[in-house]
């Protein structure tokens, strides 16, 4: 735990969390579901082998997706799926995604011949258990090429023990796409470009934050990427709703909020989130919570302790 106000560091086990929270607290979770997005294909000319990562489906029934080698994948090719009868075809490319037809049932076609897009540092291919293993107990929406690692932790026990104590949770949506892991390239961070990623703030969410704070609670996001739909969402409201006393507006849409210091939260009190790399926008996000050298510090703390980087490895709470 890293108390930003003082710096003070506290090491422990991920279900001594709950020594952190008090009733009144809430717990915001990104309720997104990974879908089996990686998919391996052949021209239908030559065929050659594509590796296919599907991001986002597109406004006409298709689908936006990544896919090596680039060159192969011009307006008009054909693709066939191996072991199946779908034939996918390119329409068009731009901004690094190619635009992809398919007049059967995507869902189904994913479901029978993807594979779960785990992380390229896990060197080995995906099984049948990843399709569950890699998905917070909470997932629920299906759209997401990567989890939100900080859902991970969760059990549905320890979640069960938080609400005993009277910890509420708002459940969002914020579908994890390859844009949240661009490195930043460019020399001042505020220049970086996020990815839109599609999110969903309903109003049950929104009123859980709502009565949180009023009763005195703190919103506790579980990851950056709630941290991003919600500050997405109190960034709707208007000067009224806010003096209302409402911490996040209701709304849906495409999410692409970059967080670099110094920032100003209105809707995040505390934060639950793994370790991230340097030059990524999660690190400046964290950054702009709890302040550069607080983070430095427990940087350099996570290392001497031999904590986990990366997806499944060990978390930080900031409040």
């Known amino acids: 735990m890293l108390d930003r106000r003082s710096g003070v560091i506290t090491l422990g086990r991920f279900p001594d969390l709950l020594s952190f929270l008090k009733a ?8 997104t579901r990974v879908i089996p997005a990686r998919m391996f294909a052949e021209r239908a000319d030559t065929g050659g082998r594509i590796e ?4 986002r489906p597109g406004a006409d029934g298709a689908w936006w997706a990544m896919g090596k080698p680039g060159r192969a994948l011009t307006p008009g090719r054909v693709l066939r799926v191996p072991g199946s009868t779908a034939s996918l075809t390119v329409r068009e490319a731009g901004g ?17 011949a993807g594979h779960m897009p785990l992380p390229p540092y896990i060197r080995r291919p995906d099984t049948a258990a990843d399709r569950e293993r890699y998905q917070t107990v909470f997932a629920r929406v299906p759209g997401a090429i990567a989890a939100p690692t900080a859902g991970l932790h969760f059990t549905r026990e320890l979640l069960a023990r938080t609400s005993e104590m009277g910890v509420a949770t708002a459940r969002i949506v914020l579908h994890v796409g390859p844009g949240t892991f661009k490195p930043v390239t460019v020399e001042d961070p505020r220049a970086h470009v996020l990815d839109p990623e599609f999110y969903e703030i309903g109003a049950a969410a929104a009123s859980s934050l709502r009565a949180a704070r009023a009763a005195g609670g703190r919103v506790i996001a579980v990851g950056t990427t709630v941290t991003r739909t919600l500050e997405t969402g109190a960034a709707l409201l208007s000067d009224e709703a806010r003096a209302a006393g409402e911490v996040v507006a209701a709304s ?15 809707a995040v009190d505390g934060l639950v989130t793994n370790f991230h790399l340097p030059r990524t926008s999660l690190l400046f996000l964290v950054s702009a919570l709890a302040g550069r050298e607080a983070v430095l510090a427990a940087y350099r703390r996570a290392i001497e302790e031999r904590f986990r980087f990366y997806s499944y490895g060990d978390a930080m709470f900031i409040a």
């Open 24 to 31: 009144g607290d809430v717990l915001a979770l990104n309720e």
């Open 52 to 55: 296919l990562l599907f991001v």
């Open 252 to 266: 849906s849409g495409w999410a692409d909020r970059l967080i670099v210091p110094p920032y100003e939260f209105r």
């Open 96 to 112: 690094g995604l190619y635009s992809l037809a398919y007049d059967g049932d995507w869902a189904r076609l994913m479901d029978e």
